[in-house]
């Protein structure tokens, strides 16, 4: 059986108000081991705010280059296939995508294919809070992936392991003897802020998140 755990940054909370995908993270899980995985960002063509960037480290100068969605559906929808989707909160980012998916008149993602864990973890903690860092205290989950700033690539990775342990399947790691998975480690696991950046990219975020933080000081 194949799976998807996918994650998504936007713009904002809401897509009715005309927030955007900014980002989107999936690794696939075939009869519970790790797989392919699936990285893009997204240019919004909407402008981030300083709030929306203290989130997830993110700039609009950083999106400019990026296509904008409809240039990358087609390499999404190849990816996920029509195969179980495994989200968190599943009812946020299944929502953003069946709302760009709508705008590009494409088909929308139904209900029946997509595992909201979310849902999953408050039957197995009731009435305790089961956000992913939560769940990872609570699982006692060995995650080295830095949460200073969320990103979908390393937030699917950490609902990779949320999701295997609520299911009752131990954690698992990288096969590192499979080259892409050995490359991808070295990159999603020990570094803080926004996956997949060049070391001047990260250089620039760090300079500007130093700038806010002075700020506020």
Same mark, same amino acid.
């Given at each position: 059986?194949?799976?998807?755990?996918?994650?998504?940054?936007?713009?904002?909370?809401?897509?009715?108000?005309?927030?955007?995908?900014?980002?989107?993270?999936?690794?696939? $899980?075939?009869?519970?081991?790790?797989?392919?995985?699936?990285?893009?960002?997204?240019?919004?063509?909407?402008?981030?705010?300083?709030?929306?960037?203290?989130?997830?480290?993110?700039?609009?100068?950083?999106?400019?280059?990026?296509?904008?969605?409809?240039?990358?559906?087609?390499?999404? $929808?190849?990816?996920?296939?029509?195969?179980?989707?495994?989200?968190?909160?599943?009812?946020?980012?299944?929502?953003?995508?069946?709302?760009?998916?709508?705008?590009?008149?494409?088909?929308?993602?139904?209900?029946?294919?997509?595992?909201?864990?979310?849902?999953?973890?408050?039957?197995?903690?009731?009435?305790?809070?089961?956000?992913?860092?939560? $769940?990872?205290?609570?699982?006692?989950?060995?995650?080295?992936?830095?949460?200073?700033?969320?990103?979908?690539?390393?937030?699917?990775?950490?609902?990779?392991?949320?999701?295997?342990?609520?299911?009752?399947?131990?954690?698992?790691?990288?096969?590192?003897?499979?080259?892409?998975?050995?490359?991808?480690?070295?990159?999603?696991?020990?570094?803080?802020?926004?996956?997949? $950046?060049?070391?001047?990219?990260?250089?620039?975020?760090?300079?500007?998140?130093?700038?806010?933080?002075?700020?506020?000081?």
């Amino acid at each position: 059986m194949r799976e998807i755990i996918l994650d998504i940054e936007t713009t904002g909370l809401d897509y009715n108000s005309g927030h955007k995908i900014i980002e989107i993270g999936c690794f696939e $899980l075939i009869d519970k081991e790790l797989g392919l995985f699936y990285h893009q960002y997204i240019n919004p063509n909407k402008k981030l705010t300083e709030e929306n960037i203290k989130v997830h480290g993110i700039t609009n100068e950083f999106l400019n280059p990026f296509p904008p969605f409809s240039e990358i559906v087609e390499n999404f $929808l190849d990816f996920i296939k029509d195969d179980i989707i495994v989200a968190h909160n599943a009812k946020f980012d299944i929502g953003f995508i069946n709302n760009e998916l709508s705008e590009e008149r494409l088909n929308q993602i139904s209900q029946d294919r997509v595992v909201d864990t979310l849902v999953i973890a408050r039957d197995v903690f009731p009435g305790q809070q089961v956000n992913l860092d939560s $769940l990872v205290k609570k699982l006692k989950i060995n995650s080295m992936v830095n949460r200073d700033h969320h990103g979908a690539l390393k937030d699917a990775k950490i609902l990779t392991d949320v999701y295997l342990e609520l299911r009752g399947h131990t954690q698992m790691g990288f096969n590192l003897t499979n080259n892409d998975n050995s490359k991808l480690l070295k990159k999603i696991e020990p570094f803080a802020g926004t996956i997949l $950046l060049t070391k001047e990219e990260t250089d620039e975020h760090r300079e500007f998140i130093k700038k806010i933080e002075a700020q506020r000081t």
